[in-house]
């Protein structure tokens, strides 16, 4: 599915329509999808803030007084219990203001003049903004999951406690009937020595100490309870650390002693290596990078890993038979464990692949390890059926710190940098290591993504997709969108959100857009050669709406294809036409000469919108992917969706509802008054213009 812009709800408190429209435009130029409301009054200050929900609030302190005050608004947001970061924008940098306004209650102050350093604490509160919402939904989930764990402890065969301070604060059922008690009233604040014989008491004793000093017992305790009727029971009490009531306590797992414990205890064993090599296995290996993550993130220890590639086994794999290769995997098996330190976790990951984790170890020693292992593996000679074979490894190395992400996408880290490895100049087969260095994107650098667009243009990898848009109102019409995507190496589809940042690298949008065009007008007439009069929507983007010459072009290459201008409607962003109106305005001029349709897109994010279609003509009013969210809220939400619908059929627009996804919304859009509808719940952007209008008729 496309990814989808996060819409930015914006309050803006500031006299001067023409700054806040500026401070818009900042926002949309940065690549935010912006919804934004200008306060005009106090009482309309506090009639929207307590009607929506809003990501961010800038005010302009401004000499002119204006109502309601800074101090004045940022006191109803208190007492209203907002969570609404605002930002005041001052005329100068005055550290006096800052402070005492940030003590009021706003997040900060920026002069109004630093575009920059404004972007940049926009992006650091809406940041926060996002994590203070995630982290209570999180704590919503913790509630519900606590809630279900209490329901499975009261149900599971299992029995267990929770001990603090050695203390019984909670005892299942099952627990309860092993001890031989009815009431938990009676166990709760026993201690649990007082449910132990004498002789393993001490057990215990021992135990507990291990956990005050930091370190759980790797085994499970074999102690005998007493019951109150004086009956004994022998039993295995697995102990670990966890939480209760939000306090940290102990939970004891009681099993009656079985005769086959020892066999449990190697089936164990066996069910975390890999049989072939006997290293640990994939599923161990994860398991215990989680908990490494789990343990950096709490207390700032070093840790790292290294992923171990054989460069070109897939290929030796297929001369040496798998028995041979089983040889070769078990000769390299050896070779790792013997590099590896005593603390490190050694496994195999894959046919051609191992990891080996250093929980404690930094980048640079768990480096000095794989390089140790690199030299012997390129030394050695491997023995199969008589033949030597020689090999090599690509070896990434990640390191875990406190921003680790989860143990998957960790070892996708170590996994690119081994990859990366083969793309180095002079390790065009392999044999070298690598450290993954997460890429650090900077608001206007493109980081080579110009030749990287240059480079696909020229080698014809870019292709084209396709998705219905739907007349509600039946007439059969037959509409696509045409997409762009570009290939990568490896043939996958990157799209333009990856490969074409905000704004575009320069001089490069618009070759891209001509590409589109030149192929779109290329499979359009080959379609409509079979009887089909079918009209495509194309993008294009701000530079193409910046040249002049594009028009005459577009003219050349219809009259070679035979296709008639109005088979295609061109898109223009409403950001990219409020910033470019008059060359917008001759723009679409131009190409009316051409008898092209033209369309306004993600409309209805400006202040003001309807104010650009005072001076561009257009047919088509495709509205902001967040309506479809919104229009789904509550009926506030719909009539105001229904009222902008209305007032561009009142001005002779054909309205687009976009990212239709689900059957729900359908009733709601159609009683909005929707003329047109895209999104996935119809079908996704495909290769071919094949979809079945007539089957909704």
């Not at 006299?15 to 690549?31: I, K, Y």
């Not at 110009?450 to 696909?456: E, F, P, Y």
């Not at 036409?577 to 060359?583: E, F, G, M």
């Not at 909005?672 to 079945?692: E, F, K």
């Amino acid at each position: 599915m496309p990814q989808k812009t996060e819409t930015i709800h914006l309050l803006l408190l500031d006299p001067s329509q023409n700054d806040a429209e500026q401070v818009v435009s900042l926002l949309r130029n940065a690549g935010r999808a912006t919804r934004a409301h200008r306060i005009t009054s106090a009482q309309d200050f506090e009639e929207t803030l307590s009607t929506g929900t809003w990501d961010l609030m800038l005010i302009r302190d401004a000499e002119q007084e204006q109502e309601p005050t800074p101090e004045e608004a940022l006191d109803q947001i208190r007492r209203q219990d907002r969570d609404l970061p605002t930002i005041l924008m001052t005329g100068n940098d005055d550290g006096e203001r800052r402070s005492a306004i940030m003590e009021r209650g706003a997040q900060d102050a920026v002069a109004f003049d630093n575009s920059t350093l404004l972007r940049q604490v926009i992006d650091r509160e809406l940041g926060n903004l996002r994590e203070r919402r995630e982290r209570r939904s999180l704590a919503g989930h913790l509630r519900d999951a606590e809630q279900r764990c209490h329901l499975l402890l009261e149900s599971s065969k299992d029995a267990i406690a929770y001990i603090n301070d050695g203390l019984h604060v909670y005892a299942n059922q099952s627990y309860l009937e092993l001890l031989g008690y009815e009431d938990p009233d009676d166990l709760l604040a026993l201690p649990v020595l007082d449910t132990l014989k004498r002789d393993s008491q001490q057990n215990f004793k021992e135990a507990m100490k291990q956990f005050r000093e930091g370190e759980a017992p790797q085994e499970p305790l074999s102690v005998t309870i007493e019951r109150p009727d004086g009956e004994t029971i022998e039993i295995t009490a697995e102990l670990s650390a966890a939480t209760y009531d939000g306090e940290p306590c102990i939970q004891i797992v009681a099993r009656p002693m079985q005769d086959n414990a020892e066999l449990a205890e190697k089936l164990r064993e066996i069910s975390s290596k890999d049989v072939l090599t006997g290293l640990y296995n994939r599923h161990h290996l994860m398991d215990t990078v989680s908990q490494t993550i789990a343990r950096v993130q709490k207390d700032g220890s070093d840790a790292a890993l290294a992923y171990i590639a054989l460069d070109e086994f897939v290929h030796k794999k297929t001369q040496i038979g798998i028995s041979g290769a089983d040889l070769v995997i078990g000769d390299m098996a050896g070779l790792m464990a013997a590099c590896a330190t005593e603390n490190q976790v050694v496994a195999r990951l894959s046919d051609d692949a191992f990891c080996i984790l250093g929980p404690q170890d930094t980048v640079e020693s768990i480096k000095a390890v794989a390089e140790t292992l690199r030299r012997r593996v390129e030394d050695h000679l491997f023995e199969v059926a008589g033949r030597t074979l020689q090999l090599t490894v690509s070896i990434g190395i990640a390191a875990i710190t406190e921003n680790a992400p989860q143990a998957e996408d960790l070892v996708g880290r170590a996994h690119t940098a081994a990859d990366e490895v083969r793309q180095k100049e002079g390790h065009e087969t392999g044999n070298g290591i690598n450290v993954y260095e997460p890429q650090l994107q900077t608001q206007g650098s493109p980081d080579g993504t110009a030749d990287a667009i240059q480079q696909a243009l020229d080698n014809d990898q870019f292709k084209l997709l396709f998705q219905p848009i739907i007349n509600l109102r039946g007439e059969g019409e037959e509409h696509y969108e045409a997409f762009v995507r570009m290939l990568d190496d490896n043939g996958r589809e990157v799209s333009p959100y990856d490969f074409l940042p905000p704004g575009g690298p320069v001089n490069t949008a618009a070759k891209i857009d001509r590409w589109v065009v030149l192929q779109t007008i290329k499979q359009l007439a080959s379609h409509r050669s079979k009887g089909h009069e079918t009209k495509l929507f194309l993008n294009l983007t701000a530079e193409t709406v910046q040249d002049q010459t594009f028009p005459s072009w577009l003219g050349v290459a219809l009259k070679a294809a035979r296709l008639p201008g109005n088979s295609l409607i061109f898109q223009i962003s409403e950001r990219d036409a409020t910033t470019y109106l008059k060359q917008a305005r001759d723009f679409c001029n131009a190409l009316r000469e051409l008898h092209c349709s033209l369309s306004i897109t993600h409309f209805g994010g400006a202040l003001n919108p309807f104010n650009t279609l005072k001076h561009l003509e257009v047919d088509y009013i495709k509205l902001d992917g967040s309506y479809t969210d919104e229009i789904q809220k509550n009926e506030q939400s719909r009539q105001t969706v229904k009222e902008m619908i209305q007032s561009l059929h009142q001005q002779g627009k054909l309205t687009v509802m976009p990212l239709v996804e689900s059957a729900s919304v359908l009733a709601t859009i159609w009683q909005a008054g929707v003329n047109y509808i895209q999104g996935y719940y119809l079908q996704a952007p495909a290769a071919a213009m094949d979809y079945d209008f007539g089957e909704g008729d």
